[in-house]
């Protein structure tokens, strides 16, 4: 069943410039080649989003594109650490009270980007006397490399690892980690019946004709969304979190939610904090949701095209927190908090950090409260974006959910 195909940009996006359309090319090619090779010649979405954002040298993270900064021409799109270091220093709070409670001075940070989450709040850290064995997993080697040559310069004890550690005691932070992870898409047919979607190539002759051709003349790859019936895994999934709608779509974060039960393998004692956009099960599904959360970022600008520009945009959904609870629950851990990202930031200690700044610098302070101010605004990233803290061995309860814990609506 066809149900998308990807003919032209939304209006307002920039256009690419030579070096872009050509790593576009690139990507398209690669894409067509593993689609031509899968089975049926349909590559489910998780896949295609897997190859979009992390294939080696291609990938929109593995590749050299800008991606973060906080406002256009500069990167895609910003996150609360790049936003400003207050988020980190905020975070050093909390960060603090799991080290004391789990004994250990250990931070283990998963997708760190450029490193802003950490230049801020190592320094941080060691006003509060803790100097962290900060650790780093990053994914992707040309953000690794931007992050080595950022923290280099703090002369801070900093280790990256290559995988996941099989016992860890401390504390781990993931901000818009799980919103990366590529997620599966369906759809119920008008019929009821549960599909999965993929990427198929709608020019799958012309390009098996065009093999030995050069790229630049020959026709490029045309990829069309497709749907084919879900297999038993997925309708068993399904049918417990919400009843068929027919037309309805919407996303299932299968990865994310087996790296939230592995959590419970690794982490030993302490706590992780997961900071992403998203909401309960219940609202993620809600009937008026109906095209799901997928979202792309192209150059400060959003639209919801997952075919379009592989490679060169970020393709991100948002978060089932009561499906991460759930997850990590199997694993093992405990749920020690969930609030908003405004809620947290504050019983952390954001406000007190702004009043600690010089009353008599209108001019610095201003520069520092606008930042603020979207990371807490209802109608910015205060509401929409989460934390959720999971883990095991802990006798105190969490500073950052001290009020307005909702725990309950999970
Ligand atoms: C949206 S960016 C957020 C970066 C950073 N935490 C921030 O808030 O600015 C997602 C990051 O997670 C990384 N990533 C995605 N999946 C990962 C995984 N399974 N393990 C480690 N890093 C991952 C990406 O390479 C990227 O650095």
């Given at each position: 069943m066809n149900m998308a195909r990807n003919t032209s940009a939304p209006a307002g996006l920039p256009s690419l410039d030579i070096d872009s359309a050509s790593h576009l090319r690139a990507m398209q090619d690669y894409l067509a080649y593993r689609i031509q090779g899968s089975e049926g010649g349909f590559m489910p979405f998780e896949e295609w989003m897997h190859h979009a954002l992390y294939a080696p040298g291609l990938g929109y993270y593995a590749a050299g594109s800008t991606k973060f900064g906080s406002e256009a021409p500069e990167g895609d799109f910003t996150t609360g650490p790049e936003l400003t270091p207050l988020f980190g220093q905020a975070l050093a709070g909390q960060v603090a009270q799991i080290l004391a409670a789990s004994g250990t001075k250990n931070v283990l940070e998963v997708g760190a980007g450029t490193g802003a989450l950490a230049a801020a709040l190592i320094p941080a850290l060691n006003l509060l006397d803790i100097r962290p064995q900060y650790q780093i997993l990053e994914v992707s080697p040309e953000l690794r490399e931007r992050q080595q040559q950022r923290l280099g310069?703090?002369?801070?004890?900093v280790q990256w690892l290559k995988a996941l550690p099989s016992d860890f005691k401390g504390c781990v932070i993931a901000n818009e980690v799980l919103d990366a992870m590529p997620a599966a898409l369906f759809s119920w047919d008008d019929a009821g019946n549960l599909l999965e979607l993929g990427v198929g190539l709608e020019n799958a002759a012309a390009q098996q004709a065009g093999a030995d051709a050069p790229a630049e003349s020959s026709e490029p790859p045309r990829f069309n969304l497709v749907g084919r019936p879900a297999d038993e895994h997925l309708q068993a999934l399904m049918s417990r979190r919400m009843p068929p709608l027919p037309g309805y779509r919407s996303e299932v974060n299968v990865q994310a939610e087996a790296w939230m039960r592995q959590l419970g393998t690794w982490l030993k004692k302490g706590a992780a904090l997961l900071i992403d956009y998203g909401f309960p099960q219940r609202e993620f599904y809600h009937p008026q949701r109906a095209e799901g959360t997928l979202m792309c970022h192209f150059r400060h600008h959003a639209h919801a095209d997952p075919l379009l520009y592989p490679g060169l945009q970020d393709i991100t959904t948002h978060v089932d927190f009561t499906a991460m609870a759930d997850a990590a629950l199997e694993g093992g851990l405990e749920i020690l908090g969930y609030t908003s990202q405004a809620r947290f930031l504050m019983n952390a200690g954001l406000i007190e950090i702004l009043t600690g700044l010089d009353p008599h610098d209108a001019a610095g302070y201003a520069k520092v409260v606008g930042p603020v101010q979207k990371l807490l605004s209802e109608a910015e990233m205060g509401e929409l974006f989460k934390v959720m803290a999971v883990g095991r061995g802990l006798d105190v309860p969490l500073m950052g959910f001290t009020s307005g814990d909702r725990r309950d609506r999970l």
């Amino acid at each position: 069943m066809n149900m998308a195909r990807n003919t032209s940009a939304p209006a307002g996006l920039p256009s690419l410039d030579i070096d872009s359309a050509s790593h576009l090319r690139a990507m398209q090619d690669y894409l067509a080649y593993r689609i031509q090779g899968s089975e049926g010649g349909f590559m489910p979405f998780e896949e295609w989003m897997h190859h979009a954002l992390y294939a080696p040298g291609l990938g929109y993270y593995a590749a050299g594109s800008t991606k973060f900064g906080s406002e256009a021409p500069e990167g895609d799109f910003t996150t609360g650490p790049e936003l400003t270091p207050l988020f980190g220093q905020a975070l050093a709070g909390q960060v603090a009270q799991i080290l004391a409670a789990s004994g250990t001075k250990n931070v283990l940070e998963v997708g760190a980007g450029t490193g802003a989450l950490a230049a801020a709040l190592i320094p941080a850290l060691n006003l509060l006397d803790i100097r962290p064995q900060y650790q780093i997993l990053e994914v992707s080697p040309e953000l690794r490399e931007r992050q080595q040559q950022r923290l280099g310069s703090l002369h801070a004890n900093v280790q990256w690892l290559k995988a996941l550690p099989s016992d860890f005691k401390g504390c781990v932070i993931a901000n818009e980690v799980l919103d990366a992870m590529p997620a599966a898409l369906f759809s119920w047919d008008d019929a009821g019946n549960l599909l999965e979607l993929g990427v198929g190539l709608e020019n799958a002759a012309a390009q098996q004709a065009g093999a030995d051709a050069p790229a630049e003349s020959s026709e490029p790859p045309r990829f069309n969304l497709v749907g084919r019936p879900a297999d038993e895994h997925l309708q068993a999934l399904m049918s417990r979190r919400m009843p068929p709608l027919p037309g309805y779509r919407s996303e299932v974060n299968v990865q994310a939610e087996a790296w939230m039960r592995q959590l419970g393998t690794w982490l030993k004692k302490g706590a992780a904090l997961l900071i992403d956009y998203g909401f309960p099960q219940r609202e993620f599904y809600h009937p008026q949701r109906a095209e799901g959360t997928l979202m792309c970022h192209f150059r400060h600008h959003a639209h919801a095209d997952p075919l379009l520009y592989p490679g060169l945009q970020d393709i991100t959904t948002h978060v089932d927190f009561t499906a991460m609870a759930d997850a990590a629950l199997e694993g093992g851990l405990e749920i020690l908090g969930y609030t908003s990202q405004a809620r947290f930031l504050m019983n952390a200690g954001l406000i007190e950090i702004l009043t600690g700044l010089d009353p008599h610098d209108a001019a610095g302070y201003a520069k520092v409260v606008g930042p603020v101010q979207k990371l807490l605004s209802e109608a910015e990233m205060g509401e929409l974006f989460k934390v959720m803290a999971v883990g095991r061995g802990l006798d105190v309860p969490l500073m950052g959910f001290t009020s307005g814990d909702r725990r309950d609506r999970l």
